[in-house]
């Protein structure tokens, strides 16, 4: 399948600190690569970079088929680009916001309108079309920035964190709206803190770490990095633990992983459901009887506390963003 964006040895340089060293990435036509990292690990300097806002000191980039230093023009014509935060005109009504993008985009008024309607229904906002977008929840005006982006029907885009601080609902509509564009054959490269986010919408997802690349994969074969399944046995009385490690260890693959606090005992689970029917017949015959016996799988939550040694990457309330970190950086190199 033909690359739609790919980027190699990108470097960038703020100072003395060092936002991307020798990042490589290839996103084939019609499909999500998902980026993760914490604030400040390069994410938002790669999508600005991809979309021309940026100039790399090293490396060498295409979009759709066109370098994005040589051809910076015609990599902009067939891009569409969502911030992280909304960059609609407040004072403006929807439809104004979409018909002001299609008239500078030079579709003319007339197709403009009609793009502009066809968006408003697309992402759900007919009914709100011509309220003032100040009006608008956050979840509306994301919906707004994303339909902005999509004036111009660009075949390759960039979303950079684009649920973050967004309720559940609003999320799992936007990210709806994502597989929409995807279906439709658009190519996207998302930036984000919800390792959630990634599992759902990436057919393939890079982890970027003080601005180097440190793990490229499929969901599944970056989980299976980690360990893949486990069984997972609870317990209601500590006294149990020690018959429930001996009938796991039974499995004879790793010395399982003892949680006192939870009263949980964990292994991998390489043997599939003979394992399984092994590791119940142990306990049955020592007598204990689970509060839970489960199979999980490994998340990317995993995968991020493996690569980094960080047990999570989403951002608490008042967590500065990817761009605010950079530039407290470049101030204070780190």
């Known amino acids: 399948m033909e690359a739609a964006v790919t980027a190699e040895g990108l470097s960038k340089k703020y100072g003395d600190f060092q936002a991307l060293d020798d990042v490589s990435l290839s996103v084939p036509q019609g499909t999500v690569l998902g980026v993760l990292g914490p604030n400040g690990a390069g ?16 490396g060498r980039a295409t979009v759709a088929g066109f370098d994005v230093v040589a051809k910076p023009g015609e990599v902009r014509k067939r ?20 018909e002001l993008i299609g008239v500078l985009l030079h579709q003319g008024r007339r197709t403009a309108r009609t793009r502009a309607a066809e968006l408003l229904e697309q992402f759900e906002l007919t009914d709100a ?10 979840g509306m005006r994301r919906r707004l920035d994303l339909a902005a982006s999509l004036v111009g029907r660009p075949p390759v885009l960039f979303l950079d964190e684009p649920t973050t601080g967004l309720d559940l609902t609003s999320r799992l509509t936007l990210w709806r709206m994502v597989r929409e564009q995807v279906d439709s054959g658009v190519t996207v490269l998302l930036t984000t803190q919800y390792l959630e ?4 919408l990436a057919h393939r997802v890079a982890v970027i770490d003080k601005g180097r690349l440190i793990a490229d994969g499929t969901p599944d074969e970056l989980k299976r990095k980690v360990g893949g399944d486990r069984i997972e046995v ?15 260890a039974a499995t004879g693959v790793e010395r399982p992983v003892v949680d006192e606090e939870s009263r949980t005992v964990s292994v991998a689970l390489t043997g599939g459901i003979k394992v399984i029917a092994t590791v119940s017949a142990e306990l049955e ?10 199979v999980r799988r490994s998340s990317l939550d995993d ?13 608490g309330p008042g967590a500065p963003s990817e761009e605010q970190a950079e530039k407290q950086k470049e101030v204070q190199p780190a």
């Open 234 to 248: 609870s317990v209601a009385d500590t006294a149990d633990l020690p018959a429930v490690t001996r009938a796991l």
């Open 285 to 294: 015959a020592a007598g204990v009887e689970p509060v839970d016996f489960a």
């Open 129 to 138: 079309a011509d309220k003032p977008a100040k009006n608008y929840s956050g």
């Open 197 to 200: 986010e990634a599992d759902q």
């Open 303 to 315: 995968v991020f506390l493996a690569l980094t040694g960080q047990p999570t990457i989403t951002p």
């Open 43 to 58: 994410k938002t300097t790669t999508v600005r970079i991809l979309s021309t806002l940026l100039t790399p000191d090293t």
């Open 79 to 98: 891009i569409g680009l969502t911030g992280q935060y909304a960059a609609v005109d407040e004072r403006l009504t929807g439809r104004e916001n979409l």
